[in-house]
């Protein structure tokens, strides 16, 4: 048991023990512990076999860049798999061969350019242990100068420049990796088509009764009573016949999911005289009863909560209200232009009818900026 004493200006205030118990230590006196534990030291350095066997080392090298090269080759694939296993029929097998090559392409893109690298750093780089001693943190200019030396070196001991085929490999499956998830930012934007008509176009046109979602039973207008709300998709949009229409009648849409989701509309009926209407759509509405897309023109969310006191919409997604007795003008949130209203108007039978499409792009305002 040792003490060493350390002069603070009070004797015998702090003592530094090397080791256990109190040695005498009076009472009131700090007392700072040494490390029990013995700093172990590095153990002793093993050579790897590509330290020493120049074949092995070629080896691997073979290795790596093989393994970067089935990179490329497996991020590429992903690619060509995107093209030629299409998923925009929405046939559950073509969804199901996208993906399962697409992904097996990115898988493969990733696996063996994470590998190839690791492999890289165990087999061939340098094996040395080195300590990198605490310094000051300053940039002065020999801390420069070392860092660059640093460099210099780390490039000299991984074969960086040296080893041309393992490097040019590498960066070719650096630049080819991301390209699977650049080519699936196509699927964002429509086919071959002008996004204005696409969504200006859905599957109302005159005379198409409105009916109730998801039932599909059509909606007479003795049954819209004043303050109700109704949830509506065109009387057309069914399970049964949608594979018999053309594209044109699905309202442009490949999937009937498609199709509704441009073509849904809530349907309310207000008292006549709170109906502030413009003079040329005073016809778009029958007896107090108005329909609205209820496709939110700021993301696109369903706007589905109708306050009938108020009159108003509201969308949940960012609190965009629009005003049902002013033709769904914005009177708060985000969204920039009002509901597109669907003229309607009754037939023989007394069923509330479409007079004909929106005459404006259903959703987000981003597509009536490119008129
Ligand atoms: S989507 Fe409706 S407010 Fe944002």
């Not at 750093?121 to 310094?135: F, N, Q, T, V, Y």
């Not at 198409?208 to 998709?233: K, M, N, Q, W, Y």
């Not at 023109?297 to 049902?324: I, K, M, N, R, W």
């Not at 949130?333 to 509901?339: D, E, H, S, T």
Request: aromatic fraction near 6%.
């Amino acid at each position: 048991m040792a003490e060493e004493e350390q002069n603070n200006g009070t004797d015998g205030a702090v003592v530094a023990a090397h080791g256990h118990g109190d040695g005498g230590v009076s009472a009131g006196t700090a007392v700072i512990a040494a490390d029990a534990v013995q700093n172990p030291g590095l153990p002793p350095h093993r050579q790897r076999v590509t330290d020493t066997n120049p074949k092995k080392a070629k080896g691997a090298e073979r290795t790596v860049y093989t393994l970067f090269y089935v990179s490329i080759v497996g991020s590429l694939g992903a690619v060509l798999a995107y093209m030629f296993f299409p998923m925009e029929s929405g046939e559950l097998l073509d969804i199901r061969l996208h993906t399962l090559f697409v992904g097996l392409g990115m898988a493969l893109g990733l696996l063996a350019l994470g590998i190839g690298a690791v492999h890289w750093g165990k087999a061939l780089m340098a094996d040395h242990e080195s300590i990198d001693e605490r310094h000051p943190v300053s940039s002065s200019e020999e801390v420069r100068q070392d860092s660059a030396e640093v460099f210099r070196i780390a490039d000299e001991e991984s074969g960086f420049s040296r080893r041309s085929l393992v490097r040019n490999s590498l960066i070719g499956a650096l630049i080819a990796f991301p390209l699977p998830g650049v080519t699936l930012l196509r699927s964002l934007a429509p086919q071959d088509r002008d996004p204005v008509q696409l969504l200006k176009h859905t599957m109302w046109e005159s005379g198409v009764r409105l009916a109730r979602d998801p039932s599909g039973v059509p909606i007479r207008a003795s049954e819209v009573t004043i303050g109700s709300a109704f949830h509506v998709i065109p009387e057309t949009l069914n399970h049964s016949d949608f594979e018999e229409l053309s594209l044109d009648e699905r309202g442009g849409s490949a999937t009937l999911l498609d199709a509704k989701a441009k073509a849904i509309v809530l349907l309310m009926r207000l008292d006549q005289s709170d109906l502030k209407e413009d003079d040329d759509r005073k016809d778009w509405s029958y007896n107090g009863i108005v329909a609205y897309s209820k496709v939110c023109t700021h993301v696109g969310c369903p706007v589905a909560l109708y306050e009938q006191h108020t009159h108003h919409l509201l969308c949940p997604c960012h609190q965009s209200q629009f005003d049902v007795s002013e033709h769904a003008k914005v009177i708060f949130g985000p969204a920039k232009r009002p509901l597109p209203q669907l003229p309607i108007t009754v037939d023989d039978e007394g069923y509330l009818v479409a007079q004909s499409d929106f005459h404006e792009p259903v959703g987000p305002s981003f597509w009536e900026r490119l008129k």
